[in-house]
């Protein structure tokens, strides 16, 4: 019996449409019965319509030369824009030729031929490093070099007191 109720709420559920489905109505019954008022305003277009007419007017009479046979204000306007393109095209050349300058300049700044000789402001330049721990004969006998130097300090301090010297006898 179990196998017949089973089969017979299969066809009953089949046989029920399914198709059909609650659909909600949003009109509202509970009273309000008057309509909604809707505002609606004129829209864009009307105004653009309505505007057309006094620009047309307006463009109409800036087309129109003048009595005495000056150009039209159009013509002004675009006299205008032409010597504000000259002015750009004057500053586009001004860069422009400062732009070439400045590669030329760069280009012989970077090809000349350099002076290799460095005159060392202190002669223990070679000697930098940590006092300890130095391996005997790493270290350079710069005898010489500050000789050198010291000779070079005495010969530019005689220069100087006899500038001095001059000087003072000129006054």
């Given at each position: 019996?179990?196998?017949?109720?089973?089969?017979?709420?299969?066809?009953?559920?089949?046989a029920?449409?399914?198709?059909?489905?609650?659909?909600?109505?949003?009109?509202?019954g509970?009273?309000?019965?008057?309509?909604?008022?809707?505002?609606?305003?004129?829209?864009?277009?009307?105004?653009?319509?309505?505007?057309?007419?006094?620009?047309?007017?307006?463009?109409?009479q800036?087309?129109?030369?003048?009595?005495?046979?000056?150009?039209?204000?159009?013509?002004?306007?675009?006299?205008k824009?032409s010597?504000?393109?000259?002015?750009?095209e004057q500053?586009?050349?001004?860069?422009?030729?400062?732009?070439?300058?400045?590669?030329?300049?760069?280009?012989l700044?970077?090809?000349?031929?350099?002076?290799r000789?460095i005159?060392?402001?202190?002669?223990?330049?070679?000697?930098?490093?940590?006092?300890?721990?130095?391996?005997?004969?790493?270290?350079?006998?710069?005898?010489?070099?500050?000789?050198?130097?010291?000779?070079?300090?005495?010969?530019?301090?005689?220069?100087?007191?006899?500038?001095?010297?001059?000087?003072?006898?000129?006054?």
């Amino acid at each position: 019996m179990s196998a017949l109720r089973q089969q017979a709420a299969c066809i009953a559920r089949r046989a029920r449409p399914t198709g059909v489905r609650n659909t909600r109505s949003y009109a509202s019954g509970h009273g309000h019965h008057h309509e909604h008022t809707v505002e609606e305003s004129f829209g864009p277009g009307f105004y653009l319509a309505f505007a057309a007419i006094p620009a047309s007017v307006i463009v109409y009479q800036i087309s129109r030369p003048a009595k005495d046979g000056e150009p039209t204000t159009i013509g002004k306007w675009i006299e205008k824009a032409s010597d504000l393109s000259k002015e750009w095209e004057q500053k586009n050349h001004n860069t422009t030729a400062a732009i070439q300058q400045a590669a030329k300049d760069k280009h012989l700044f970077l090809n000349i031929e350099r002076n290799r000789h460095i005159e060392l402001s202190y002669p223990e330049v070679f000697q930098h490093g940590s006092p300890y721990n130095v391996p005997a004969g790493h270290y350079v006998n710069i005898d010489k070099v500050i000789a050198h130097y010291q000779k070079q300090h005495i010969d530019e301090e005689a220069r100087k007191v006899q500038k001095l010297a001059a000087a003072a006898k000129s006054e």
